[in-house]
């Protein structure tokens, strides 16, 4: 088991093993700014740091569910997407049911030195390759419009889980850490 | 090898098919896959559809267990795979198992590539890079910040999926731990290139990488039971002993036998809920924490085991 010798031995297999080092590296740094592909050697990179001076940071989604009576229920995201595996429910709630607008909390993470210049580029870089590359658009957050189908499906969910509550309207309110105002309201009306 | 083909066939039959069945329940408009082949449907495939890629990659799993053409069945059961996660990557969050797809088919081909076992290790190093970088310039190393203690917060809170040990860690763990945490993660992910090209460094690198993927398991609850499998693969083509690959495969059997068993059990009675009535513990928590106390416990020993001998080839 032990055939493989972990250097390259020869100048040609060094060569070849710097030129695929090489590649790896270029593809990295498009895949930075442009978008990150699947598949990919690459894993997260967990940038943001949620805790600073014993504070934490985060965004909280609830889901607010009106009825006919005006009465009022509240989900959490882990409830809505209970059938899913493998998926963050929160990531699912954001790509489907959100504002563009940058959040406080993310702009806050975002607010310093390099970290926020490579954001910046990144952000402009994302941009044009969308422009450029249409079907790269789908990829991309939504904009606060709910199609029919997330529409259709959320109001079914919610009967789904709350078989007494007739929803009249769902509101996905997100808030910042220790808020009590939201800082995004995304409301749905039922189809 | 081909024991390793044989006992990574039957880790994939047991726990390693992403099963994406669920994902027929969700809207279309919940479908934004990433950039790449994946943007080639224009939709969710329907149930019937992932229903069949399910099966396809079981057939294909045993197909590699076999061994007659290991080379075409190992990159078609990679190519399987990276489908199944490929959908389950298609929903706002990528899950990043491109080390664990690709195996097979490395596993496949290293008999006509013998440089197979090192462009592979290159690619897992190469990752970690990519995860170290904006850690670095996103604030991880300012002591003023503990980013794995944010983590394992939101983990608790925000995300309600809290870790055997999270809760635990969180209320307990002094900062410092949390401070020294961070800079080991950082180090050792960004070491991890440098780190691979000598054996001894690189079982040490190894042996640190399989306690972070332990760590974050049971306090982030991000599991990588794929990981388990590609540090056995490494450990076997670099650092094993010449006598392991003595062992016929026709020892290991029985166990691909009860993993072909088990498998079948989970795939196809569970979804009707036979298991969780006879009270058998099957739970992907449960295969999780096994894999990653048993699995990754015994790798991380056979790494500090090469670490320290001497005489490692």
């Given at each position: 088991m032990t055939a493989f010798a972990t250097i390259p031995r020869t100048r040609r297999e060094r060569l070849r093993m710097a030129g695929f080092l090489f590649v790896l590296v270029c593809g990295f740094a498009c895949t930075y700014l442009l978008m990150e592909p699947f598949p990919s050697p690459i894993l997260p990179g967990?940038?943001?740091?949620?805790?600073?001076r014993d504070t934490v940071a985060m965004e909280i989604p609830l889901v607010i569910v009106v009825s006919a009576n005006n009465t009022s229920d509240t989900l959490s995201a882990q409830e809505l997407f209970?059938?899913?595996?493998?998926?963050?429910a929160i990531e699912l709630l954001r790509t489907t049911f959100y504002h563009e607008r940058e959040s406080p909390v993310i702009a806050r993470a975002e607010g310093r030195g390099l970290y926020h210049t490579l954001k910046e580029l990144r952000r402009s870089m994302r941009t044009w390759f969308a422009s450029v590359v249409?079907?790269?658009?789908?990829s991309f957050r939504r904009n606060?419009?709910?199609?029919a189908s997330s529409r259709a499906w959320l109001f079914a969910r919610v009967q789904a889980i709350r078989p007494h509550t007739t929803a009249q309207r769902i509101r996905v309110e997100w808030f910042e850490?220790?808020?009590?105002?939201?800082f995004d309201i995304v409301e749905v009306s039922a189809p | 090898m081909s024991t390793f083909r044989i006992l990574l066939a039957a880790f994939i039959l047991t726990?390693?098919?992403?099963?994406?069945?669920?994902?027929?329940?969700?809207?279309?408009?919940m479908f934004t896959p990433p950039f790449?082949?994946?943007?080639?449907?224009?939709g969710i495939p329907s149930l019937a559809w992932t229903t069949l890629l399910l099966w396809s990659t079981y057939a294909c799993a045993v197909w590699f267990l076999w061994g007659k053409g290991e080379r075409w069945s190992g990159l078609t059961l990679s190519v399987l795979l990276a489908v199944g996660f490929g959908l389950e990557s298609s929903?706002?969050?990528?899950?990043?198992?491109t080390p664990y797809f690709i195996l097979p088919a490395v596993v496949g081909w290293q008999g006509t590539w013998k440089r197979a076992p090192l462009y592979y290790l290159v690619v897992l190093a190469f990752q970690f890079f990519t995860a170290a970088m904006p850690k670095i310039v996103g604030g991880w190393?300012?002591?003023?910040?503990?980013a794995a203690y944010g983590y394992a917060v939101e983990t608790m809170t925000?995300?309600?999926?809290?870790?055997?040990l999270t809760q635990w860690a969180v209320t307990t763990l002094p900062g410092w731990f949390w401070e020294m945490a961070d800079v080991i993660t950082v180090a050792f992910e960004a070491l991890f290139i440098v780190a691979m090209w000598r054996r001894r460094s690189l079982a040490l690198i190894c042996f640190v990488a399989l306690a972070f993927h332990i760590g974050v398991w049971f306090t982030?609850?991000?599991?990588a039971t794929g990981y388990v499998a590609c540090y056995a693969y490494i450990w076997l083509a670099?650092?094993?002993?010449?006598?392991?690959?003595?062992?016929?495969?026709?020892?290991i059997l029985v166990l691909t036998i009860a993993a072909a068993f088990y498998a079948a059990l989970r795939a196809w009675l569970s979804p009707i809920g036979l298991l969780e009535t006879l009270g058998l513990p099957f739970t992907e928590e449960v295969e999780n924490t096994v894999i990653m106390a048993l699995g990754g416990g015994t790798l991380m020993w056979l790494y500090g085991r090469a670490f320290l001998r001497t005489e490692v080839p």
């Amino acid at each position: 088991m032990t055939a493989f010798a972990t250097i390259p031995r020869t100048r040609r297999e060094r060569l070849r093993m710097a030129g695929f080092l090489f590649v790896l590296v270029c593809g990295f740094a498009c895949t930075y700014l442009l978008m990150e592909p699947f598949p990919s050697p690459i894993l997260p990179g967990f940038a943001r740091v949620p805790d600073e001076r014993d504070t934490v940071a985060m965004e909280i989604p609830l889901v607010i569910v009106v009825s006919a009576n005006n009465t009022s229920d509240t989900l959490s995201a882990q409830e809505l997407f209970a059938e899913t595996r493998n998926v963050n429910a929160i990531e699912l709630l954001r790509t489907t049911f959100y504002h563009e607008r940058e959040s406080p909390v993310i702009a806050r993470a975002e607010g310093r030195g390099l970290y926020h210049t490579l954001k910046e580029l990144r952000r402009s870089m994302r941009t044009w390759f969308a422009s450029v590359v249409p079907a790269v658009q789908r990829s991309f957050r939504r904009n606060g419009n709910i199609d029919a189908s997330s529409r259709a499906w959320l109001f079914a969910r919610v009967q789904a889980i709350r078989p007494h509550t007739t929803a009249q309207r769902i509101r996905v309110e997100w808030f910042e850490t220790d808020a009590t105002v939201p800082f995004d309201i995304v409301e749905v009306s039922a189809p | 090898m081909s024991t390793f083909r044989i006992l990574l066939a039957a880790f994939i039959l047991t726990v390693g098919v992403p099963d994406v069945r669920w994902t027929s329940t969700l809207a279309d408009g919940m479908f934004t896959p990433p950039f790449g082949p994946m943007m080639l449907f224009t939709g969710i495939p329907s149930l019937a559809w992932t229903t069949l890629l399910l099966w396809s990659t079981y057939a294909c799993a045993v197909w590699f267990l076999w061994g007659k053409g290991e080379r075409w069945s190992g990159l078609t059961l990679s190519v399987l795979l990276a489908v199944g996660f490929g959908l389950e990557s298609s929903f706002g969050k990528i899950n990043h198992a491109t080390p664990y797809f690709i195996l097979p088919a490395v596993v496949g081909w290293q008999g006509t590539w013998k440089r197979a076992p090192l462009y592979y290790l290159v690619v897992l190093a190469f990752q970690f890079f990519t995860a170290a970088m904006p850690k670095i310039v996103g604030g991880w190393l300012q002591p003023q910040t503990h980013a794995a203690y944010g983590y394992a917060v939101e983990t608790m809170t925000i995300q309600q999926s809290p870790a055997l040990l999270t809760q635990w860690a969180v209320t307990t763990l002094p900062g410092w731990f949390w401070e020294m945490a961070d800079v080991i993660t950082v180090a050792f992910e960004a070491l991890f290139i440098v780190a691979m090209w000598r054996r001894r460094s690189l079982a040490l690198i190894c042996f640190v990488a399989l306690a972070f993927h332990i760590g974050v398991w049971f306090t982030l609850h991000i599991p990588a039971t794929g990981y388990v499998a590609c540090y056995a693969y490494i450990w076997l083509a670099f650092l094993a002993p010449r006598t392991l690959a003595d062992i016929p495969p026709q020892r290991i059997l029985v166990l691909t036998i009860a993993a072909a068993f088990y498998a079948a059990l989970r795939a196809w009675l569970s979804p009707i809920g036979l298991l969780e009535t006879l009270g058998l513990p099957f739970t992907e928590e449960v295969e999780n924490t096994v894999i990653m106390a048993l699995g990754g416990g015994t790798l991380m020993w056979l790494y500090g085991r090469a670490f320290l001998r001497t005489e490692v080839p």
